[in-house]
């Protein structure tokens, strides 16, 4: 169902109904020129959540993601649905702040992923690349989700946080069973199992490596989250343990979304394939231009600190803003004529 179907206002953005084959993006077009501020009241999966806000343009979500003294982090959490990762959980981690703890905090993940830092890995980044490759020799086929994305990225992000090889497959159930709670491929025991038994397992898994390092400091992550300061002081346990999930999550599952999501847009799309493969030096801007077409987060979310207004709507104290990525990155209204009518990943913005 589109849009077209019935009124925008009408809309339930989170219905299941809109998201089988992915994010709703015909939606999320009708909704940008006719409704870009548009108001959900309710979502039938999760009766007690109440309504939300979605804000789908791009200079709508800049002007929420801007103005954290209006629309904040750390009030009501970064997940639209509060009952499937508690506030409590979101405010461990960077994303879950405001300023000033936010950008202090911050910058000690910066820290860790300078150019340097990354250059320094290279060639083994390029190794566990090239070794996952090599395991595929003499296959027709293969699941380029299972079989190269993640045992890539779990391998990469497993080197600089100091898991050892053999946990790799352990932490990414871990984080495709709590990333993906209401997805019942990936949790098929259901959103209240993530709590029950996920979660306990990350803090007790995660707590070893913490005494670890504090015993025996490292050069990894881990290391330096446990031996970390911000504002003269070490961070937390549960701080530690979030910040770490943070970091681990973002390798296991961003990273897979995104590269699969654009190989699979050039594996549909023959005519930029091959201006990629005939031309490597088009690979950078194939890079960006999947980070922009295949966000690894589908939305942030934000509470508003006080009534106000954006596009025209008045938005109430306490209300949920959700800031939908999906949407705002597909807009054609900043795009130069000739790019908004091309398509393809070959030309970045």
């Not at 898994?205 to 504090?214: A, H, N, Q, T």
């Not at 992550?221 to 910040?243: K, R």
């Not at 699979?264 to 960006?288: F, I, N, S, W």
């Amino acid at each position: 169902m589109t849009a077209t179907d019935t009124n925008l206002e009408d809309q339930l953005v989170l219905e299941r109904e809109h998201w089988v084959d992915g994010p709703p993006h015909a939606l999320f077009r009708e909704l940008r020129q006719g409704c870009p501020v548009h108001y959900t009241r309710e979502v039938s999966e999760f009766p007690d959540e109440g309504g939300f806000w979605s804000v789908t343009t791009a200079e709508d979500v800049h002007a929420v993601s801007r103005d954290w003294q209006t629309y904040s982090s750390e009030l009501g959490g970064v997940t639209v649905i509060s009952s499937v990762f508690p506030v409590e959980l979101a405010r461990a981690m960077f994303i879950g702040m405001d300023p000033p703890k936010h950008d202090r905090v911050k910058a000690l993940f910066q820290a860790g992923f300078t150019p340097k830092r990354i250059a320094a890995h290279e060639d083994a980044i390029r190794e566990i690349v090239k070794r996952t490759l090599d395991g595929l020799a003499g296959r027709e086929t293969c699941d380029l989700v299972n079989d190269v994305a993640q045992p890539v990225v779990s391998r990469v992000i497993g080197s600089f946080m100091g898991i050892p090889k053999e946990d790799d497959a352990t932490w990414a159930r871990l984080m495709n069973s709590t990333l993906g709670a209401g997805d019942p491929d990936l949790n098929p025991d259901g959103v209240e199992a993530v709590m029950e038994k996920e979660i306990p397992e990350i803090f007790e898994r995660c707590g070893r490596m913490i005494s670890e390092r504090r015993e025996n400091p490292t050069d990894d992550l881990t290391s330096v989250l446990v031996h970390a300061e911000v504002d003269g002081e070490t961070l937390a346990e549960h701080e530690i343990v979030m910040g770490f999930f943070l970091l681990v999550a973002a390798g296991n599952d961003s990273t897979k979304a995104t590269y699969c999501s654009g190989m699979r847009a050039l594996l549909e799309d023959p005519a930029q394939r091959k201006l990629v493969l005939d031309d490597p030096g088009l690979v950078p801007g194939a890079v960006e231009e999947s980070l922009r077409m295949f966000p690894a987060f589908a939305h942030f979310r934000r509470t508003a600190t006080k009534d106000t207004e954006l596009g025209g709507r008045h938005i109430k104290e306490g209300d949920r803003v959700v800031m939908w990525y999906v949407s705002s990155n597909r807009r054609t209204s900043l795009l130069p004529r000739d790019r908004a009518r091309a398509p393809g990943v070959a030309h970045p913005l």
